[in-house]
């Protein structure tokens, strides 16, 4: 367990050494906080259904933004080391490899929590500022940061993946940018093949993070997403693993 | 300390070595000696449980490197070929966690990362970014991540590669100091640097194993083998074509200053051509300023290796 926090550190630090990850804070930051004054001016204007913490998480910005991290937090992680030949060293430690594969998921999940928290603060001093509540209750709260969470996990583990494949980083991202993107897209087909049957509307749905979003950010906590994503997160992280311990037979 | 059985490394189309077979025992310094290319990198790759061979087995510690990969891993200290080193850690840091990570208990630490940098001549860039540091300080923390876990047995590629002279002879010494208490397997294609520090040598060409022995068996099996100096005024003659001829003369090259001629010529073993070339040069007028045999060295014994290798 020792071996796997040594390695666990190395990750997270590696992160906050490198300007990529305070350039991705800043934009990152930035996009979400235009997302969110464009949101509440919009929804000055006239009256709405939805609450100001609902809006923040089911638009255009915040979508996009979205899919845009997973691959510049993940690239890195294998593709790097085995680019700068890092990757002997380490292996020739005593560590086995799933405590190398799941530091870098895990290294890259703090990361990505990192990410988000300061848009946490944005609902408190909305709520200090104009003396309304954000969102319908704590519920919904909660539902929209696990579900970032849930998805955070899923999508990270892709990247892992698409990082464990090759030794160019810009080859792992656009990989990882493809997969992600098609996956949180999927469920928008729906409004595009208006034909498609009932019960392919529903399995897409299924799929659909945006559907999901629209519902857990309500404060409704399904358990589907919940066991969906955490069992497709195990299944990518299992496929990085094996998929690392076969790059060692062809290096 | 380490065992080696029929060990074979296929890649793509190519076969990095086959069928080696060698054992080194406890607190021997074994050189691993061949040109470039030869499958020394490979055989160590190997060892150190880097990559899984083709076929074969090899054991360190009495630990299988691929079944009981994490055992044998916990008993060697490995320094890779060129250093791969993290540029964004500074290197006490770095130190401390390669011996966290190789499980150096935890208030031994500070200790350990501090005699080693100590004993590598670290300690005036304990503070730097490694990034910034010269090719032969990077050598240096290279072996002081070999170093930190008190290994039994240190496997070094090429550690002197890229180093000025002065550095060579101090990591020279460091070598020749901790074999003292550690097996050293370590690979070169420099030659007196194995003969200087090793107690053994393998020389391997083309993934195969073509001598093993001692520097000192290795020179005496081709003492004579060596080559012969010979530095003359010839006059008119041009020198190499009647050096050539005396027999026992494998191979002449000639070097000009001058009125002066310098000859080497290597030859055959066993044969002493001396006293054929006083008697050519007498014959031919030839003034002669120097007659000599060279000592033969590692470099010979190479060649003449690595040379029925080519012809054969």
């Known amino acids: 367990m020792r071996k796997f926090f040594t390695l666990l550190g190395r990750e997270v630090r590696s992160y906050f050494y490198s300007p990529i990850a305070y350039i991705v804070l800043v934009f990152f930051l930035l996009v979400c906080g235009v997302n969110f004054y464009f949101q509440i001016t919009y929804m000055n204007q006239r009256p709405m259904a939805y609450t100001v913490e609902e809006a923040f998480f089911n638009n255009v910005f915040f979508w996009f933004a979205f899919v845009l991290i997973f691959p510049l937090i993940t690239m890195r992680v294998f593709a790097e080391e085995f680019k700068l030949g890092t990757i002997e060293p380490l292996l020739t430690a005593p560590v086995r490899d799933w405590q190398v594969v799941l530091s870098k998921f895990f290294g890259a999940l703090i990361f990505y929590l990192v990410l988000w928290a300061p848009t946490a603060l944005y609902f408190l001093f909305f709520e200090r500022v104009t003396h309304q509540t954000a969102a319908g209750s704590w519920g919904a709260y909660w539902g929209s940061y696990l579900l970032l969470l849930l998805l955070g996990s899923f999508y990270i583990s892709i990247g892992c993946f698409a990082s464990v494949l090759t030794k160019n980083q810009i080859i792992a991202a656009i990989i990882s940018f493809a997969v992600i993107t098609m996956l949180f897209f999927l469920g928008l087909i729906q409004f595009i093949m208006l034909d498609v049957s009932s019960s392919m509307r529903d399995v897409l749905g299924y799929f659909s993070a945006i559907e999901h979003m629209g519902t857990l950010s309500r404060g409704i906590i399904d358990t589907r997403p919940i066991v969906f994503y955490t069992s497709m997160t195990i299944v990518m992280l299992v496929l990085t693993h094996q998929a690392f311990q076969t790059r060692k037979w062809r290096l | ?312």
């Open chain 2, 1 to 312: 300390m380490i065992k080696v059985e029929n060990l074979t490394k296929r890649y793509a189309g190519t076969t990095a070595i086959r069928d080696l077979s060698f054992e080194v025992g406890q607190g021997e310094i074994m050189g691993f000696l061949g040109p470039n290319g030869a499958g020394k990198s490979t055989t160590m790759r190997i060892l150190a449980g880097f990559m899984p061979p083709t076929s074969g087995r090899a054991s360190v510690a009495g630990f299988d490197v691929f079944s009981q990969s994490l055992q044998a891993r916990a008993h060697l200290g490995y320094m890779p070929e060129n250093v791969p080193l993290y540029n964004d850690m500074r290197v006490t840091e770095y130190l401390n966690y390669r011996a966290a990570l190789k499980g150096v208990p935890h208030r031994r630490v500070k200790e350990r990362v501090g005699d080693v940098q100590e004993l590598c001549g670290l300690k005036d860039v304990e503070k730097r970014l490694i990034a910034t540091l010269s090719k032969g300080y990077r050598q240096r923390v290279g072996l002081a991540d070999a170093l930190v876990a008190e290994p039994d047995l240190l496997i070094l590629d090429e550690p002197t590669i890229g180093l000025d002279p002065n550095q060579i002879r101090q990591v020279r010494e460091l070598i020749k100091n901790l074999g003292k208490q550690h097996t050293i397997l370590l690979s070169t294609h420099i030659l007196p640097e194995v003969e200087m520090t090793c107690s053994r040598v393998i020389i391997v060409h083309k993934g195969r194993i073509e001598a093993c022995d001692t520097p000192e068996n290795l020179l005496g099996q081709i003492r004579q083998a060596g080559g012969v100096v010979v530095e003359a005024k010839t006059g008119s003659d041009n020198g190499v074509e009647e050096l050539k001829k005396i027999s026992g003369v494998r191979d002449v090259s000639s070097d000009v200053a001058g009125d002066w001629k310098t000859f080497s010529l290597r030859v055959e073993s066993g044969v002493d051509v001396r006293e054929e070339i006083y008697r050519l040069a007498t014959a031919r007028h030839w003034t002669l300023r120097e007659l000599s045999q060279r000592r033969a060295t590692l470099e010979d014994v190479f060649v003449e290796i690595t040379h029925t290798e080519v012809s054969a």
